[in-house]
C-alpha cells in the first residue's frame, strides 16, 4: 500500500504553519523516516509525531525534541525555533475580564499548543485573536466552515459575538477516571462536535480534523448548556470514589485558527478550565 502524502500547508499563513513546514523539511532532510520509525527510535507515539508536522497546533516541546532527534536534528537549535514559533502565537496583550478563567496572555511561558489566531509575523500579536473572535467590543463576521450544521452537509454561518465577556484559552485534558483513583490518557483523541452531545464521531455531528490531545490549547468564546456526559469509566470497581471523575452539561464553543467552530465538554478540559470559566452564554444557533 502507497502511504497517503500530507496535507500541503502554506508556511506563509502563520508561525504554527511555518514551523510545521520546517519540522517536514527536517524529516526530507533525514531520508522521509516512517513516523512508526521514529516512533520506534524517539518513545513518542507516531500520531504524536505526524501531528507535530501537521500545521493544525504548535506541538509540545516533547514532541519537537522527539521529532528533532528521530531525525538527527539539532536540539538546541530547534528548542530556539520552537520558543520563537510559541511567543509568536501568544497575544502580548489581552482584554481585561473580571473572574477566574485565564486568557490567552496570561498562559505560562511552558503552556502547551494554542489554537487559535493567525498572526502572519510578530509585530502583529496584538490582534492575533481579531481574525476569528471580537475583542474590546468590536464585532467581526466571520464566515464559517460549519456554522449551525449538526452532520457535514448545510450552508454556512458568520459568526455571532457574544453579549459579554472575552475569549478564554483552556488546557485540553483527554483523560479517563479509572477506578478508586486513576486517571489515564484516553485511547482516542478528543474532539470539537458541531453540536453539545457526545458521540458526534457516530453521529455524523463531528467536526472533521479537529482532533486534540491533552495539552492543547484551545480558545472558547462562550459556554451552553448541552447534554450532561462524564469522564468516568463507569465499568471499573471503585469509580464511585474516584476524585478525577467528573460529570457536566457545561459545553465550551471553540473557534479554531481558520475560524471554524465546534463545541467541546468540559470534562475534557483540566478542572481548573471547568464550572464556565465566566463565559457568556452562546448565542443561539
Known sequence: MVPRPERQIDPEAGPIQSFAAELRQLRET???????????????????????????????????????????????????????????????ESPSRSGAAATVADLPDDAPPLVAGRPAIRRRLRWALLAVVPLGGLLLSVPLALGSR????????????????????????NKVAIGPSGLAEDTTPAYLSGRPAPFCAKRGCKVPGTEVWSGAVLVARCQVVGDKITNRDLTSEGIE?????????????VVL???????????????????GMGLPTCAPR
Open 30 to 92: 533525514a531520508g522521509s523516516p516512517k513516523y512508526l520509525q521514529m516512533s520506534r527510535a524517539s518513545g513518542r507515539s507516531r500520531t504524536a509525531l505526524a501531528e507535530a508536522a501537521g500545521g493544525d497546533h504548535l506541538p509540545t516541546w516533547e514532541t519537537v525534541e522527539a521529532f528533532v532527534r528521530a531525525c538527527g536534528g539539532d536540539v538546541r537549535q530547534w528548542r530556539v525555533r520552537w520558543e520563537t514559533a510559541q511567543e509568536a502565537i501568544r497575544p502580548a
Open 150 to 173: 449538526s452532520s457535514e452537509g448545510g450552508g454556512n454561518q458568520a459568526l455571532v459575538a457574544p453579549s459579554a465577556g472575552a475569549p478564554a484559552a483552556l488546557v485540553v485534558q
Open 241 to 253: 470514589t474516584n476524585p478525577n471523575g467528573v460529570s457536566s452539561n457545561i459545553w465550551y464553543e
Open 257 to 275: 485558527h481558520d475560524g471554524r467552530t465546534g463545541y467541546l465538554s468540559e470534562v475534557y478540559v483540566e478542572a481548573r478550565y471547568r464550572g
